[in-house]
């Protein structure tokens, strides 16, 4: 079984940067790819950026040329490095690791004010 634990969410002013960390633990070896989810307030959780294992990402248009996402596979760890963060990015941001299921971390809240 996986674990994942995000960090590094928080507020900051539009225009600004923050970088979000998914630790993962247990049984990482049959962990395939894995992804950053966010959800904000009355809408559904949306995909945002996914690494598979072999490096290849793909991001949703809304973030394409404002964040990265990465994977250090010493660490066991994923990042998102968010760049000129805007209003509507503001949601609840979720990391996801696939095996033979998903799991999901317990979230971490980015608020962009304007």
């Known amino acids: 079984q996986v674990q994942l634990v995000e960090s590094g969410g928080g507020l900051v002013q539009a225009g600004g940067s923050l970088r979000l960390s998914c630790a993962a633990s247990?049984?990482?070896?049959?962990?395939?790819?894995m992804g950053w989810y966010r959800q904000a307030p009355g809408k559904q959780r949306e995909l945002v950026a996914a690494?598979?294992?072999?490096?290849?990402?793909n991001y949703a248009d809304s973030v394409k040329g404002r964040f990265t996402i990465s994977r250090d596979s010493a660490k066991n760890t994923l990042y998102l490095q968010m760049n000129s963060l805007k209003p509507e990015d503001t949601a609840v941001y979720y990391c996801?690791?696939?095996?033979?299921?998903?799991?999901w971390g317990q979230g971490t809240q980015v608020t962009v004010s304007s």
């Open positions: 996801a690791a696939d095996t033979t299921r998903r799991t």
């Open positions: 690494i598979s294992g072999g490096g290849t990402t």
């Open positions: 247990g049984s990482i070896f049959g962990i395939s790819a």
